[in-house]
């Protein structure tokens, strides 16, 4: 509380909290953004909440909530930047090559979880992340996005689908 308090006189209040920061960097993880582009997405978010401030807006309900949906429009900027660069085919088939013993179950579940969330329409994958990686509820995903509710269990229900699916048919479970 004293550092907060010295670091807020000195004029560095930093927006987010750790375990706000912790979530951001989970969402950008879980959306594809590379572990080395992870603090400049962390940064992205806070430059965002601060703009917002500059210009005078109401500051978000839920800080926490906001952050992660931000994060996850940010991962999904960066794949779409990525896209531009090189063809999905040239990615899939890096994937593809074990980086870990093909007997551990976890990491064969890991990569195929990955691969079947780097093939899912962005719409449907932001959702997932923000559902099952970010936790937040239905109603909070809605209004962070500003879509229906129903629009977003449609998009989880399909996601959810599919990627069983993908699952089923490459044997993991």
């Known amino acids: 509380?004293?550092?907060?308090?010295?670091?807020?006189?000195?004029?560095?209040?930093?927006?987010?909290?750790?375990?706000?920061?912790?979530?951001?960097?989970?969402?950008?993880?879980?959306?594809?953004?590379?572990?080395?582009?992870?603090?400049?997405?962390?940064?992205?978010?806070?430059?965002?909440?601060?703009?917002?401030?500059?210009?005078?807006?109401?500051?978000?309900?839920?800080?926490?909530?906001?952050?992660?949906?931000?994060?996850?429009?940010?991962?999904?900027?960066?794949?779409?930047?990525?896209?531009?660069?090189?063809?999905?085919?040239?990615?899939?088939?890096?994937?593809?090559?074990?980086?870990h013993p093909s007997g551990e179950d976890t990491s064969v579940l890991s990569l195929a979880v990955a691969q079947g969330l780097d093939e899912l329409p962005d719409s449907q994958r932001q959702v997932v992340v923000l559902r099952f990686y970010a936790d937040l509820s239905v109603r909070s995903i809605a209004d962070e996005l500003g879509i229906p509710e129903g629009t977003v269990k449609s998009r989880l229900h399909t996601a959810v689908r599919a990627l069983r699916a993908r699952l089923h048919e490459d044997e993991v479970v």
């Open 1 to 99: 509380m004293l550092r907060r308090k010295a670091r807020r006189d000195q004029g560095h209040d930093d927006p987010l909290d750790a375990a706000q920061e912790r979530r951001v960097r989970a969402v950008l993880a879980l959306g594809g953004v590379p572990q080395t582009d992870l603090p400049d997405g962390v940064q992205q978010v806070r430059l965002r909440l601060l703009e917002r401030a500059a210009k005078g807006y109401e500051a978000p309900r839920d800080v926490s909530a906001w952050a992660a949906v931000v994060a996850s429009n940010l991962a999904m900027d960066w794949h779409r930047a990525k896209r531009r660069q090189e063809r999905l085919g040239e990615r899939l088939a890096s994937l593809r090559q074990p980086s």
